[in-house]
């Protein structure tokens, strides 16, 4: 079945550096993925909307300028989070939706398994 | 504003038994509605969907129920297994939107099933 992969799946950083993560389709060409967020304990909330050759859609409250989405090839959205902060320690999670499908199940979005990022 | 919630925060259930997590909305324009399990620090695992045209669907011990006028769905789990504890999530969509995808989570409820 489709996969969508993250990489990398924990990362440490210093505070006021940028850090990257990845999000590839693996077996399918995903023309929109999904950036979400989720605090320990809560909700995933979702970031944005990344749209490959055109701007990422982002949510209400998150900083464009902070959180950079290129989503430059069918099967590749990247999230760079620049000068980060420890208030942006916390597991991000991308989907997938794969295209020409109606009916929303579990073949139709793949989440990647996620991202630790813990800045210090 | 919360458009998806979960007011169970948490669940506990014996081994055996029926475990019904329940989830309301608010946003009349949701027309899909998802149920994931999830672990800490892993994707979340799809376990079951439906359509706002449906009002149940069945998949193996998994069961959703949609009540479109009470904005309420629920899922039931019979039997209840050990393996089944986790957290849980209600997600909901409006397919037929710009963001076909997009989800929209409830809290999440943690469901521990008993030996």
């Known amino acids: 079945g489709a996969v969508v992969s993250q990489h990398p799946s924990r990362v440490i950083c210093k505070s006021g550096t940028s850090v990257k993560i990845e999000c590839r389709s693996l077996d399918f060409q995903a023309t929109t993925m999904f950036w979400y967020r989720q605090f320990p304990k809560q909700s995933l909330m979702l970031m944005a909307t990344s749209n490959e050759g055109s701007k990422a859609t982002y949510e209400q409250g998150v900083e464009k300028d902070k959180f950079l989405i290129n989503h430059a090839s069918l099967t590749l959205s990247t999230l760079t989070v620049t000068s980060a902060h420890p208030e942006d320690s916390s597991f991000y999670i991308c989907?997938?939706?794969?295209?020409?499908?109606?009916?929303?199940?579990?073949?139709?979005?793949?989440f990647g398994e996620g991202s630790w990022l813990t800045v210090v | 504003d919360q458009q998806v919630k979960q007011n169970s925060p948490s669940l506990s259930v014996q081994e055996g038994r029926i475990s019904i997590l329940n989830c309301d909305y608010t946003?009349?324009?949701?027309?899909?509605f998802l149920w994931y399990k999830k672990y800490p620090a892993e994707g979340p695992t799809f376990l079951i969907s439906?359509?706002?045209?449906?009002d149940k669907n069945e998949d193996g011990r998994f069961t959703v129920f949609l009540n479109k006028s009470a904005k309420h769905l629920s899922l039931h789990i019979v039997p209840s297994q050990p393996g089944d504890s986790a957290v849980y999530f209600c997600a909901a969509s409006d397919a037929g939107g710009t963001s076909y995808g997009k989800l929209t989570f409830g809290q999440g409820t943690i469901l521990t099933v008993h030996p």
């Open positions: 439906i359509s706002s045209i449906k």
């Open positions: 946003n009349s324009m949701f027309d899909y």
């Open positions: 989907s997938a939706r794969v295209p020409g499908r109606q009916f929303l199940s579990g073949n139709t979005i793949y």
